[in-house]
């Protein structure tokens, strides 16, 4: 392989890696600029890790707001998790946390929450996970 050949296949590679790199960090703080979000009823709920749920009856459908960390226009966006289902949680309100996915055994928890603070409800199941 010449050198050329190695370069332009580096070159391809680090193009590959950029956009996956553009939506999973913002500047420096190490947030995350398209965190996983769905809104239902009004409601935002931001996806929460380490907790133990069960899923109760189906509550309707969920929408995902489109990721914008890399500019362009708003007129070819479409809902990311349109169509996604949501249902309930034993134990949990809706108004508080929901689980998010197309079949009950496929679900992820998501809750109410601006980032900085669970709801005690939510933080309960965190630390009993």
Do not use: H
């Not at 296949?9 to 947030?31: F, I, R, S």
């Not at 509550?59 to 500019?71: A, E």
């Not at 508080?96 to 679900?107: F, N, Y």
């Amino acid at each position: 392989m010449s050198w050329t050949r190695r370069t332009a296949d580096l070159l391809v590679a680090a193009v590959m890696v950029m956009p996956v790199a553009a939506c999973t960090t913002g500047g420096g703080g190490g947030e995350t600029s398209c965190a996983a979000q769905y809104t239902y009823q009004g409601s935002t709920y931001r996806d929460v890790a380490n907790v133990k749920f069960t899923v109760g009856k189906k509550l309707g459908v969920v929408t995902s707001p489109s990721c914008d960390d890399t500019g362009g226009s708003d007129e070819d966006k479409e809902p990311v998790g349109a169509g996604t289902n949501a249902y309930e949680m034993d134990g949990i309100s809706p108004e508080v946390a929901i689980a998010v996915g197309d079949t009950p055994e496929t679900t992820t928890f998501f809750a109410v929450y601006d980032g900085s603070e669970l709801p005690p409800a939510v933080q309960k199941l965190v630390d009993g996970s």
